[in-house]
């Protein structure tokens, strides 16, 4: 059955997939969460709850989608998310950036097995065949892939790890040879370099014998 936002689960409207204060849309803090997916099983006891089946979450500019989303709420009111792909996918994240008025838009997007949220510590965890991606606009701008990708969303602070291969139980390896991959952009300078004002014309050549005929 198709569940969206059932009153029983007004709990978790407040888990925090927003970013913090600095990069990432801060606007999303408080916008409400939309999960949908084929099927929710919640635990009241344990404060946890499990959608599965073509989940997808959106909150604010965030999107998140992938086969299977748990949550889970610490006693002092932090939320934490899980979401796992399907086998041989990865599970697809992607958010909005603050930039100033009049700027192009800026996005961060992320896919992994898994992707983790720690509400408490703010960061979001890309893992196993994981991959970051930054565009302006629709331009790609920076993209960085490793084992591990951990995303601070209040600092803009990224970390990527190229460990050979995953945690012992995964089942899947890391990046090939254990190397971290980066292509990053250079900054838009503020304003384009002034051009070279266009050469006069060249002079006109005389020979030797017509140098001194001139008026006296």
């Known amino acids: 059955m198709r569940s969206r936002l059932l009153p029983t689960l007004l709990l978790l409207a407040s888990l925090a997939f927003a970013a913090g204060p600095a990069q990432a849309e801060k606007a999303d803090r408080n916008k409400p969460m939309n999960i949908e997916a084929d099927a929710l099983r919640h635990d009241e006891l344990k404060q946890t709850s499990v959608f599965t089946g073509r989940v997808v979450v959106t909150k604010g500019t965030i999107v998140l989608r992938g086969t299977r989303l748990e949550v889970r709420q610490d006693p002092d009111g932090f939320q934490y998310g899980t979401m796992t792909a399907e086998a041989g996918q990865r599970a697809f994240f992607r958010q909005k950036r603050d930039t100033p008025a009049g700027a192009p838009d800026e996005f961060v997007e992320g896919e992994g097995e898994v ?102």
């Open 115 to 216: 992707i983790e949220y720690d509400g408490r510590a703010d960061l979001v965890r890309l893992i196993r065949r994981a991959e970051l991606r930054r565009y302006r606009e629709s331009t790609l701008t920076d993209q960085m892939a490793g084992a591990l990708i951990v995303y601070n969303n209040t600092t803009d602070v990224f970390t990527v790890d190229g460990q050979k291969t995953a945690p012992a139980g995964s089942g899947s390896a890391g990046m090939p040879g254990g190397r971290v991959r980066a292509v990053l952009s250079p900054k838009e300078s503020a304003s384009a370099p002034a051009a070279a004002p266009a050469p006069g014309p060249a002079p006109t050549l005389r020979r030797s014998s017509e140098l001194g005929s001139g008026a006296k």
